[in-house]
């Protein structure tokens, strides 16, 4: 089972080198590094293209659509040549440690593998309390109305199959993505699991994420999710 992690990466010169020297020493050096460079305009790109000197296994792309995480991820999507694949963010938030744990679950049959930071060995350290607030009660909110098997929708840190990215069509412009995919892929059927994993906000850098931007892009697919749910119910009535 060969993994691809796809970093997306835009003005992320202060964190891409520690990031990815960090995941070299952490997976599998067979394993495939797909860093998406989104419209930076900084030393991003020519950092990772001297890094790429040094590790063989990267593979550097740019997003040329426009920018934006949800585009610089298709764009990873459609470079790799793993079966598996997991975003990582580039601001060094994700816990890499847990990479392997959730590998394994996929070896047990699961089609997407959550990292959750809301159940017990999870954890969210620092950021806003209100974006945790609201991630918490999204992830938590559908998991009883709709029987999602995990409690964290909204992190980005999910492994997938990658035939669960080919047999779905992906309508998102921003980070809500990461909430879209695994929502239809509940839906079409495919499974899901829960990992218990330790989210940090970024120390460098600055963050691209608005949340009241945002915000009715993940309330509109909350309640597309509640509406398919309550329509499949009428359905088999």
């Known amino acids: 089972m060969r993994l691809s992690v796809i970093i997306p990466a835009r003005n992320e010169a202060d964190n891409i080198v520690n990031l990815l020297n960090k995941i070299e020493t952490e997976i599998d050096t067979k ?16 950092l990772v293209d001297g890094l790429s000197r040094q590790y063989t296994n990267i ?31 580039a601001d060094c938030c ?25 159940i017990k060995g999870g954890a969210r350290l620092g950021g806003s309390r209100l974006k945790g607030f609201f991630s918490f009660l999204a992830g938590r909110s559908l998991q009883f109305l709709l029987g999602l ?13 990658k035939k669960v990215i080919d047999n779905i069509e992906i309508k998102s412009n921003a980070f809500e993505v990461s909430m879209e995919i695994p929502l ?8 899901i699991a829960d990992v218990p994993t330790v989210w940090r906000e ?21 309640l597309w999710a509640i509406w398919k749910k309550l329509n499949r ?3 088999s009535y």
Do not use: Q
């Not at 394993?31 to 020519?46: F, K, M, P, R």
């Not at 098997?149 to 199959?161: E, G, L």
């Not at 239809?184 to 499974?191: D, E, L, R, S, V």
């Open 31 to 46: 394993d495939e590094l797909v860093i998406v460079d989104d419209h930076s305009t900084d030393s991003t790109y020519a």
């Open 59 to 89: 593979k550097l792309v740019r997003n040329i659509e426009k920018a934006g995480f949800a585009n610089a991820l298709k764009t990873g999507f459609n470079n790799v040549s793993g079966d598996v694949v997991i975003p990582v963010m």
């Open 94 to 118: 994700d816990d890499l440690s847990v990479i392997n744990k959730m590998r394994n679950k996929m070896e047990e049959g699961y089609d997407v593998v959550c990292g959750c930071r809301y």
């Open 149 to 161: 098997p995990t409690s964290d929708i909204t992190n980005a840190f999910k492994m997938y199959k």
């Open 184 to 191: 239809k892929a509940y839906f079409a059927g495919f499974k």
């Open 202 to 222: 970024r120390t460098k850098g600055k963050s691209t994420f608005k949340m009241f931007r945002l915000l009715p892009d993940y309330l509109k697919l909350y």
């Open 233 to 235: 119910l009428s359905i």
